[in-house]
């Protein structure tokens, strides 16, 4: 039975969460410009600058859709990756991180892969506990990381 395509989207009240923290930032900052530097104009135009580029970031992940992980029979893509093939997929682990906030991952193990083009943060975090394909449940409503938990699990044991 052929599976279809389901796509998975970054939680937007989590989305909504990280944009109140940029704005709370974005207050702090005026209020320590002003009062703090207020004859250093360089300090300012930096940290009010740098607070509004993070604002219009995190509004903008707010206000549109950000694909997850998208399934299909064929493969997974994860975020803006190259679809990883599910045969090259030889395991999944749920890994947790401990910290300030605890945070849950799918780690995907693959075959070696020479010719699969990674891309830049697939480069950075290749080395690391994420590892190149990972997907953060921690980003995701609950319900929706159980589902995608389990429709990898369907594919790999097919």
């Excluded at 250093?40 to 950000?66: D, E, H, N």
């Excluded at 997974?76 to 030889?90: E, F, G, H, M």
Aim: net charge positive; glycine share 4%.
């Amino acid at each position: 039975m052929a599976r279809p395509i389901q796509t998975f989207y970054y939680s937007r009240a989590k989305l909504g969460l990280y944009l109140l923290f940029n704005l709370f930032l974005f207050l702090l900052a005026v209020f320590f410009t002003l009062t703090v530097f207020p004859d250093y104009r360089i300090v300012y135009v930096f940290a009010i600058g740098s607070c509004l580029l993070s604002i219009f970031s995190a509004l903008f992940v707010f206000i549109v859709p950000q694909k997850l992980a998208t399934i299909t029979p064929l493969g997974i893509k994860i975020d803006r990756a190259k679809p990883l093939p599910w045969d090259k997929v030889i395991a999944v682990r749920k890994v947790v991180f401990e910290g300030v906030v605890k945070k849950e991952i799918l780690k995907i193990y693959t075959t070696p892969m020479p010719k699969y083009k990674y891309n830049f943060m697939q480069k950075i975090t290749a080395n690391s506990e994420f590892g190149a394909f990972s997907i953060p449940l921690y980003a995701m409503n609950n319900k929706e990381a159980q589902a995608i938990e389990t429709l990898i699990r369907l594919h790999i044991a097919a």
